[in-house]
């Protein structure tokens, strides 16, 4: 039986993050980890999706899929994010650190109800693929996002 349902799409920019070594930070301390991580959310994290006029669209464990309306917004916002974790991470042992790899994919997606799916969200640079030996400073991003990004900045220079 087919669900007749009709079909929102649209371009959008998709930042897909996790933590590098999450499942180590688990076993060492599943609850100090996770309440670091909550903290880096609220402290970091959720305002800057603010500032830049992005959405979380679902979180996983220690993955965050967002939604941006350009590739430029989430770029940003990852640059902003790696830049206030390097900071963070100073204080922090090398066990402590919790470091982010972000790849960012600009392309259509399909809109069901709260949730998105499609090309745009399957792209490419899933976190996993941007690099697997990333050292938490990386920002990956797709061909089409890398354009769209420095269109944006050579049209406001």
Do not use: W
Not at 20 to 28: A, K, L, Q, T, Y
Not at 41 to 66: C, F, N, Q, S, W
Not at 83 to 98: G, S
């Amino acid at each position: 039986m087919s669900v007749n349902r009709s079909v929102t799409r649209r371009l959008a920019a998709i930042l897909i993050a996790d933590v590098v070594g999450f499942g180590r930070h688990m076993e060492r301390d599943d609850a100090g980890t996770l309440a670091r991580l909550r903290e880096i959310r609220e402290k970091v994290i959720d305002p800057k999706i603010a500032e830049y006029g992005g959405h979380v669209v679902k979180t996983a464990g220690d993955g965050m899929l967002l939604e941006f309306r350009s590739a430029d917004a989430a770029l940003r916002c990852a640059i902003d994010v790696q830049r206030a974790m390097a900071v963070t991470n100073q204080t922090q042992t090398a066990d402590e650190r919790l470091e982010f790899r972000i790849g960012i994919n600009l392309g259509d997606i399909i809109v069901d109800g709260a949730d998105i799916a499609g090309d745009g969200v399957n792209g490419k640079h899933r976190t996993g693929s941007v690099d697997e030996e990333s050292d938490g400073r990386s920002c990956g991003r797709s061909g089409a996002s890398r354009r769209n990004s420095e269109g944006a900045r050579r049209t406001q220079a």
